[in-house]
């Protein structure tokens, strides 16, 4: 969680995803606060005037001065404490909309929360297949849980293996997503973070992953997105449907795990 | 062996053979009681076994009460017939008011009966029973506390397996009679003291003092059973402490916004929860919003005193606070930019907003500056919006600086999922 970044859009999905972004810098005593906001230069050039209080430049710097009070004033953040970037591509992006729009930026989809932890604590949730992509996932989420004091929870669901006759989902999964567990496993330890694991053959994945969140009361789910899957992509399943705050990881971050 | 133990542990945890075990315990008690009391000249001895006949005769209206409520709901009755149970419990309690009125009017004679010429004094004015005092000698004694004993000890261990079974089962009818079989353990206990105060100390008043107490505790118990069927059978709900709880898990559900409605109530030991919920949330997200709610209302009510639980999700959106705000726009070649002032101004559009989103725009054809006051007046416009630090006044109309000039990010032109 090295950089947050909002995106200025005036709607009630904008100023909770400011208000989300802005707690979560809070929580973890972070600054600053980036606000993505589109130049806008050529809108600028259309209503520009020939004088020096209406110029081009005039009217970009009138922009931001608008749109730092509006943020101060929703946030609460001092205008210091909030930096207006016309980038969006490092760190964690909170918006909505973006989500579903950007798969190769890590976005946060506040889903309509105002802050992460406003309904009490609650464990983060990383689902896992048979992919080291959630490694990737998993080391965000065990650096916040540290850093928040929260637990995790590793979920997998697994189709049956009919040749088995064990009720036990565990006994069901393949043998790289053992593999990723034991991986996962290793890491939370490492880091000293509470953690758990749910496995279980769910019928349908995306349902599986939040039926399973609002079980456990989960406060975020970090998703890692696949690089391989071309139709079905679960975290758009998700992201379509969850009440719960989830942050999708691009396939291709550079993080390494 | 096993097959034996395991077919008795089903047999003790079966409410039928547990009330036919009750029957039993009052059949014994009945023939002992009214034989001896016979045989020592006590009517209170007597008295009390064919009140345990009257208890036979209630806890075979149990067996029929436990019998109808498992029969299964049909379309005549959607949640079965599990209230008839609290019927019971209104007799049941009635009758342990009453037996404890009784009781204590016992135990205030026998009281007086110390003082006779203030018991003299008091008859002559409140109609009290006539006390019989205990007769007894050395050779009926050990048959006496015998049978005191036994029925003490009975009376307790059978209420407590019959309240536990009750419990476990669902059936408030079961319970209740195991808190009147709890009752009857009381009075005997004080007829048990009564007769050893006799004995060793030759004070029998000592059972009248306590037998005062001992009406108490069935008066209350009589009492919270009478309230219990009471307040079931007319619907009322299953307690504040519960809807408080029911209300606080709901607004921990991500998503909830609000609880509008929260309406309980009981049908036999299955709690119904009517619940309105207040979200912004879409129809795909409401279907996880209830699991979730679902999950944790009906964790928490199973692990109160209810055996199932019934629960009605109503979602509502919030109230839109519904108003119209307009934009100055220039709009040169399907391009849209918020103008600085009216005069650069090619159209007005006007927002219709809901829930703080603009979710319906229509742009109309800039009126002359002398009619934009009465133009957005009619259209009834809240709010103007220009991009301009400090915006030109319209007559009548409230006007605002809009944060940025370009039309999506103040909402205009949304960008759809």
């Given at each position: 969680?090295?950089?947050?970044?909002?995106?200025?859009?005036?709607?009630?999905?904008?100023?909770?995803?400011?208000?989300?972004?802005?707690?979560?810098?809070?929580?973890?005593?972070?600054?600053?606060?980036?606000?993505?906001?589109?130049?806008?230069?050529?809108d600028?050039?259309?209503?520009?005037?020939?004088?020096?209080?209406?110029?081009?430049?005039?009217?970009?710097?009138?922009?931001?001065?608008?749109v730092l009070?509006?943020?101060a004033?929703?946030?609460?953040?001092?205008p210091?404490?909030?930096?207006?970037?016309?980038?969006?591509t490092?760190?964690?992006?909170?918006?909505?909309?973006?989500?579903?729009?950007?798969?190769?930026?890590?976005?946060?989809?506040?889903?309509?929360?105002?802050?992460?932890?406003?309904?009490?604590?609650?464990?983060?949730?990383?689902p896992?297949?048979?992919?080291?992509?959630?490694?990737?996932?998993?080391n965000i989420?065990?650096?916040?849980?540290?850093?928040?004091?929260?637990?995790?929870?590793?979920?997998?669901?697994?189709w049956?293996?009919?040749?088995?006759?064990?009720?036990?989902?565990?006994?069901?999964?393949?043998?790289?997503?053992?593999?990723?567990?034991?991986?996962?496993?290793?890491?939370?330890?490492?880091?000293?973070?509470?953690?758990?694991?749910?496995?279980?053959?769910?019928?349908?994945?995306?349902?599986?992953i939040?039926?399973?969140?609002l079980?456990?009361?989960?406060?975020?789910?970090?998703?890692?997105?696949?690089a391989?899957?071309?139709?079905g992509?679960?975290?758009?399943?998700?992201?379509?449907?969850?009440?719960?705050?989830?942050?999708?990881?691009?396939?291709?971050?550079?993080?390494?795990? | 062996m096993?097959?034996?133990?395991?077919?008795?542990?089903?047999?003790?945890?079966?409410?039928?053979?547990v009330?036919?075990m009750?029957?039993?315990?009052?059949?014994?008690?009945?023939?002992?009681?009214?034989?001896?009391?016979?045989?020592?000249?006590?009517?209170?001895?007597?008295?009390?076994?064919?009140?345990?006949?009257?208890?036979?005769?209630?806890?075979?209206?149990?067996?029929?009460?436990?019998?109808?409520?498992?029969?299964?709901?049909?379309?005549?009755?959607?949640?079965g017939?599990?209230?008839v149970?609290?019927?019971?419990?209104?007799a049941?309690?009635?009758?342990l008011?009453?037996?404890?009125?009784?009781?204590?009017?016992?135990?205030?004679?026998?009281?007086?009966?110390?003082?006779?010429?203030?018991d003299?004094?008091?008859?002559?004015?409140?109609?009290?029973?006539?006390?019989?005092?205990?007769?007894?000698?050395?050779?009926?004694?050990?048959?006496?506390?015998?049978l005191?004993l036994?029925?003490?000890?009975?009376?307790?261990?059978?209420s407590?397996?019959?309240?536990?079974?009750?419990?476990?089962?669902?059936?408030?009818?079961?319970?209740?009679?195991?808190?009147?079989?709890?009752?009857?353990?009381?009075?005997?206990l004080?007829t048990?003291?009564?007769?050893?105060?006799?004995?060793?100390?030759?004070?029998?008043?000592?059972?009248?003092?306590?037998?005062l107490?001992?009406?108490?505790?069935?008066?209350?118990?009589?009492?919270?059973?009478?309230m219990?069927?009471?307040?079931?059978?007319?619907?009322?709900?299953?307690?504040?402490?519960?809807?408080?709880?029911?209300?606080?898990?709901?607004?921990?559900?991500?998503?909830?916004?609000?609880?509008s409605?929260?309406?309980t109530?009981?049908?036999?030991?299955?709690?119904?929860?009517?619940?309105?919920?207040?979200?912004?949330?879409?129809?795909?997200?409401?279907?996880?919003?209830?699991?979730?709610?679902?999950?944790?209302?009906?964790?928490?009510?199973?692990?109160?005193?209810?055996k199932?639980?019934?629960?009605h999700?109503?979602?509502?959106?919030p109230?839109p606070?519904?108003?119209?705000?307009?934009?100055?726009?220039?709009?040169?070649?399907?391009?849209?930019?918020v103008?600085?002032?009216?005069?650069?101004?090619?159209?007005?559009?006007?927002?219709?907003?809901?829930?703080?989103?603009i979710?319906?725009?229509k742009?109309?054809?800039?009126?002359?500056?002398a009619?934009?006051?009465?133009?957005?007046?009619?259209?009834?416009?809240?709010?103007?919006?220009?991009?301009?630090?400090?915006?030109?006044?319209?007559?009548?109309?409230?006007v605002?600086?809009?944060?940025?000039?370009?039309?999506?990010?103040?909402?205009?032109?949304?960008?759809s999922?």
């Amino acid at each position: 969680m090295e950089k947050i970044t909002c995106v200025f859009r005036r709607s009630t999905e904008g100023r909770l995803a400011l208000l989300f972004a802005s707690d979560l810098l809070k929580m973890l005593s972070a600054t600053p606060l980036y606000v993505y906001l589109e130049a806008g230069r050529s809108d600028a050039e259309q209503i520009a005037g020939a004088d020096q209080n209406n110029s081009v430049e005039a009217l970009l710097t009138e922009q931001n001065a608008q749109v730092l009070a509006e943020v101060a004033a929703i946030t609460g953040l001092p205008p210091e404490q909030i930096v207006l970037s016309g980038t969006d591509t490092s760190g964690i992006v909170v918006d909505h909309n973006m989500a579903f729009e950007r798969a190769e930026l890590d976005v946060l989809s506040p889903s309509r929360e105002k802050a992460l932890l406003a309904r009490g604590k609650g464990p983060l949730l990383v689902p896992f297949g048979d992919s080291l992509s959630a490694l990737q996932a998993a080391n965000i989420a065990i650096e916040l849980a540290a850093r928040l004091t929260l637990p995790v929870v590793f979920y997998h669901t697994t189709w049956k293996d009919e040749t088995l006759a064990s009720p036990s989902a565990e006994d069901h999964m393949c043998a790289e997503a053992k593999q990723v567990a034991e991986a996962l496993r290793n890491s939370a330890t490492a880091a000293g973070v509470e953690f758990s694991f749910v496995i279980e053959t769910a019928d349908d994945v995306a349902e599986g992953i939040l039926q399973c969140a609002l079980r456990q009361s989960v406060r975020l789910i970090i998703m890692p997105r696949s690089a391989k899957t071309t139709i079905g992509c679960y975290v758009n399943q998700a992201l379509a449907k969850t009440p719960v705050p989830l942050l999708a990881v691009a396939a291709k971050s550079g993080r390494q795990p | 062996m096993k097959a034996l133990m395991n077919r008795l542990q089903t047999l003790a945890a079966s409410p039928f053979a547990v009330m036919w075990m009750v029957v039993g315990m009052y059949a014994v008690k009945a023939v002992l009681k009214i034989g001896i009391g016979q045989s020592i000249n006590s009517p209170m001895i007597a008295g009390d076994g064919f009140h345990n006949l009257a208890d036979i005769l209630e806890a075979l209206a149990v067996l029929l009460v436990i019998w109808i409520s498992k029969r299964p709901s049909s379309d005549d009755y959607p949640f079965g017939k599990k209230n008839v149970e609290f019927f019971t419990s209104l007799a049941i309690g009635s009758v342990l008011l009453v037996m404890s009125a009784n009781f204590a009017l016992q135990s205030l004679s026998g009281l007086l009966a110390l003082a006779p010429s203030v018991d003299a004094a008091v008859r002559s004015i409140v109609p009290l029973p006539e006390h019989h005092a205990l007769v007894m000698d050395n050779s009926t004694f050990r048959y006496v506390v015998a049978l005191a004993l036994g029925s003490v000890i009975a009376s307790f261990l059978v209420s407590r397996h019959q309240k536990r079974v009750g419990k476990a089962s669902g059936h408030a009818s079961m319970v209740a009679d195991g808190e009147e079989t709890a009752g009857d353990g009381k009075i005997e206990l004080i007829t048990l003291i009564g007769v050893l105060g006799e004995y060793f100390f030759h004070a029998p008043w000592l059972e009248y003092p306590l037998g005062l107490l001992v009406a108490g505790v069935i008066a209350h118990t009589g009492w919270e059973l009478f309230m219990g069927g009471f307040r079931v059978l007319l619907q009322h709900s299953i307690g504040v402490e519960h809807e408080a709880e029911i209300r606080r898990r709901c607004l921990n559900m991500v998503g909830v916004q609000d609880l509008s409605a929260v309406k309980t109530f009981q049908i036999g030991s299955t709690a119904v929860c009517m619940l309105t919920v207040v979200t912004e949330h879409n129809t795909s997200t409401i279907a996880q919003m209830k699991y979730g709610l679902e999950h944790t209302l009906k964790e928490y009510l199973l692990a109160s005193d209810f055996k199932d639980c019934e629960l009605h999700l109503k979602f509502q959106k919030p109230e839109p606070n519904r108003h119209r705000v307009a934009f100055a726009v220039v709009n040169k070649d399907s391009h849209l930019v918020v103008a600085s002032t009216v005069e650069q101004a090619s159209h007005i559009i006007i927002c219709d907003v809901e829930h703080d989103d603009i979710v319906r725009s229509k742009q109309e054809p800039k009126p002359s500056t002398a009619e934009l006051s009465a133009f957005l007046k009619r259209k009834r416009v809240t709010c103007f919006y220009l991009f301009h630090p400090q915006p030109q006044a319209v007559e009548g109309v409230q006007v605002a600086t809009a944060p940025s000039f370009q039309a999506h990010l103040v909402g205009l032109n949304p960008r759809s999922r």
